[in-house]
């Protein structure tokens, strides 16, 4: 448990819009460079080390020398590394005097990278071996040895830059891999943004308001809170989820750059858990997920496949809006089934003859049940037995049966097609209607989107109650499903707009699953209204057939 007051613990709402408004502040006047800035403080607020991979020029040192602002009476320390630099230049010059005094190497840290809160180290891959070497336990422990004496390093981010990457059995791996956040910084893009930068026309850096400003012993309680910030069960398999598509793209083939150690993964959950805190939550949601895409790679190739992966799984995965939508297409395939048992019981079947050369279709109508409508008592009822617009231009809606005349129907269907004036529905007046027998002998109707309609006739029903009650069994357990997709989207959609906004991931990731969710939600809601029409179709056969 923590053990500082709780009147002390920091406004969660209050917390997440002062980041915000401190991110602003320190893009100001920095083209193009808010989401790398967001980064990057947000690998500083959660104790993490940041790489910038760019072309020289680009504002690299900029952006490292605006994060110090974020601090309240922080040091900062930069240096440009050759294969030249040495120790002395980066940790401190070694004290002559307490040489001649006391015969020690002791280093004189005040001012060099040992004391300081942000460090920018350019050209990183350019050091020698004894300040790499030495770095990696900076990094690792946040400790520097002096002398006999070990010191606690105050460093809250270490941003290191280059041009390149480190070569392949460099010795330079553990290192790199101690970079968590690696950012690709590109040149300035946009063309208003450019001329605003030749110009000197854009918003000059202002000085970070006061009560911006990230104090000491704030930093120091946040740290603490961090970790309190919980992965719940179903975020885990989120994660787990993301983990195993990666490794399945390499077992696959389909990627050999994808290979992401355990001790990444592990450090990429505090700074989930900082995403999360720093947004005023309690814990991770998965759209703090998402912030792996800059995390998980470590070379151009791998970059992409990162991208592309963390884009599909933005847009399919990270909210379950596939699983949704696979429940409704299996509740789909349910009701399908269903129709295909209906269709092969109780559609009508033709047989069909050649005479001198033409084919006839013929049908035995005298079981068929006669009705008298409009006056004519020849009339036949032929029961659609899959929903449909309508089958009638005259007519809107659902179209449950028409009636025609029988004697006349069965002269012309004869030939296979015909056209024919009937009533649709329990409506007096006459329709167009158009006939055909498909492929498979079988008796349909157009409808007004010129679509085949199954049609049975009443008289010739012969099914079972047992039967039918299999078949609304059927029906209700899809419409159980469909109704739990919509449920799991709805929640799906509350969790999503809980976490926004959000003050860290990449702004083209909320589009894209706002969009994913909304195609979700119409694919779930048009698979329900015909689930719908088919639960009352079938509810009401008997009812179409009597």
Request: net charge negative; aromatic share 8%.
């Amino acid at each position: 448990m923590l053990s500082m007051a709780a009147n002390s613990l920091p406004n969660k709402a209050l917390l997440a819009e002062r980041v915000d408004k401190l991110i602003h502040a320190l893009s100001n006047g920095v083209y193009e460079r808010e989401h790398t800035i967001r980064l990057c403080l947000l690998s500083a607020l959660a104790g993490e080390s940041v790489f910038l991979l760019g072309p020289p020029g680009i504002a690299k040192s900029l952006i490292a020398k605006r994060l110090i602002e974020a601090f309240d009476d922080s040091r900062f320390f930069d240096y440009l590394m050759t294969r030249f630099s040495t120790p002395e230049e980066v940790f401190g010059p070694l004290s002559i005097q307490e040489l001649k005094d006391h015969g020690k190497y002791v280093r004189l840290v005040d001012g060099y990278l040992p004391t300081a809160e942000v460090v920018f180290l350019d050209e990183i891959w350019k050091a020698g071996p004894a300040i790499l070497n030495t770095l990696l336990t900076v990094v690792n422990e946040r400790t520097f040895k002096n002398g006999q004496e070990t010191l606690q390093v105050p460093m809250r981010l270490l941003i290191t830059a280059s041009n390149e990457l480190p070569d392949e059995d460099s010795g330079l791996e553990a290192l790199y891999d101690r970079m968590l956040v690696r950012v690709f910084v590109n040149r300035i893009q946009e063309k208003q943004n450019f001329k605003a930068m030749l110009m000197g026309e854009g918003p000059d850096m202002a000085e970070i308001p006061e009560g911006l400003k990230i104090k000491a012993d704030e930093y120091q309680q946040w740290q603490a809170l961090i970790d309190h910030v919980s992965l719940e069960e179903e975020t885990f398999e989120t994660i787990y989820q993301l983990k195993r598509v990666i490794e399945e793209k390499v077992e696959n083939g389909e990627s050999n750059e994808l290979y992401i150690s355990d001790r990444r993964w592990k450090k990429s959950l505090r700074l989930l858990k900082a995403s999360a805190f720093f947004n005023g939550r309690d814990s991770i949601n998965p759209l703090d997920l998402l912030l792996l895409q800059e995390c998980l790679w470590h070379s151009p190739e791998s970059r992409q496949d990162i991208r592309d992966t963390l884009r599909d799984f933005a847009s399919n995965t990270v909210f379950g809006q596939q699983a949704a939508t696979q429940q409704a297409d299996t509740a789909q395939h349910q009701i399908e089934e269903v129709h295909q048992e209906v269709a092969s019981k109780l559609s009508m079947t033709f047989g069909h003859d050649t005479l001198m050369g033409k084919e006839r279709y013929k049908y035995d109508f005298s079981s068929a049940k006669r009705y008298t409508v409009n006056r004519n008592p020849r009339m036949i009822k032929l029961v659609m037995l899959q929903h449909n617009p309508s089958v009638s231009e005259q007519e809107t809606g659902d179209s449950r049966w028409v009636y025609v005349d029988g004697d006349e129907f069965e002269k012309k269907i004869k030939t296979g097609h015909c056209d024919i004036y009937g009533f649709v529905n329990k409506n007096t007046h006459l329709c167009r209607l158009h006939f055909e027998i498909d492929a498979s002998d079988r008796l349909v109707i157009k409808d007004i989107a010129s679509r085949n309609v199954l049609v049975g006739i009443a008289g010739d029903y012969g099914v079972s109650q047992d039967q039918l009650a299999g078949w609304q069994q059927k029906v209700q357990e899809a419409t159980d499903a469909i109704h739990e997709a919509a449920h799991l989207l709805k929640l799906a959609r509350s969790r999503f707009h809980g976490a926004l906004p959000h003050n860290f991931v990449d702004p083209e990731f909320p589009v894209l699953i706002e969009q994913s969710l909304a195609t979700a939600s119409e694919e779930i809601e048009t698979i329900q209204r015909h689930l719908d029409k088919s639960a009352m179709r079938l509810t009401r056969l008997t009812e179409y057939f009597a």
